[in-house]
């Protein structure tokens, strides 16, 4: 077993799948670590999301759940989670169950062999077409700006230690990508294949637009071209509204 686990998720108008998500993830933490905590983060949910995550907290303290004020993003959320994390090995996942919690004690088995951070790659994504170019254009991206091997890729689904952790939170840049902020401390990062389910709530909320700003912002903050800072804004990562830890 681990000794410590800190499990992140990002929620986002997902009460629909927050039982679900909380019965999977926390049996699978409780075969892996006696020591566990599940960090919720409401990035500015306009359904009951938050209401639910309370019932959570009410039934079991192991759940940590925080409000932001106003939608700052799934990456600033995640960042809020670190933050607030307590584990010595650090899971992130999507709030929709397309990342499976059944799958986190082989990413931890991958990270024991010696990696500082271990991402899981679906075999096949079952995500729509704009989610999927994405992907590849940030792939691209981080191969150029952030010298990523090619024969590494990332995902929201990862494994972090907690060394490699304090490190990610000390980057104070308004806008937060997760995985170019660590290829910056480390490129000891390990893969591994897993199943993707396909989405079983929502929407995505990926399009053209944003995935156009998306680019552009990982250019002005994650790139080593000087010009590019003066574009750089000093707004807070996040602002925290409410929070029962």
């Known amino acids: 077993m681990w000794s410590s686990v800190s499990a992140i998720i990002p929620v986002y108008n997902s009460i629909k799948s927050l039982d679900e998500l909380y019965y999977r ?20 949910s306009i359904d009951k999301s938050y209401e639910k995550m309370r019932e959570l907290r009410e039934k079991d303290n192991r759940v940590k759940i925080i409000q932001l004020d106003g939608n700052f993003g799934q990456q600033n959320a995640i960042m809020c989670g670190f933050h607030h994390a307590q584990g010595e090995y650090i899971v992130t996942l999507d709030d929709d169950l397309q990342h499976m919690p059944e799958y986190i004690e082989k990413l931890l088995n991958k990270l024991d062999e010696g990696y500082d951070v271990v991402y899981g790659i679906a075999e096949k994504k079952q995500h729509s077409f704009y989610r999927n170019l994405g992907s590849k254009i940030t792939n691209y991206l981080f191969n150029k700006i952030c010298s990523k091997p090619k024969d590494i890729r990332v995902s929201s689904f990862r494994v ?8 990610i939170i000390k980057n104070d840049f308004a806008f937060v990508y997760i995985s170019a902020i660590t290829l910056k401390i480390t490129k000891n990062i390990g893969n591994v294949c897993i199943k993707h389910d396909a989405r079983k709530y929502g929407n995505s909320n990926y399009n053209f637009a944003k ?35």
Do not use: H
């Open 160 to 167: 972090i230690k907690r060394d490699v952790l304090i490190d």
């Open 211 to 245: 995935l156009l700003k998306l680019f552009v912002k990982l250019y002005v903050y994650y790139s080593n071209t000087r010009f590019t800072k003066i574009f750089i804004s000093s707004a807070p990562q996040f602002r925290i509204k409410d929070k029962m830890l």
């Open 25 to 44: 993830l926390s049996e699978e933490l409780e075969k892996i670590s006696s020591k566990y905590e599940i960090i919720l983060i409401d990035d500015g």
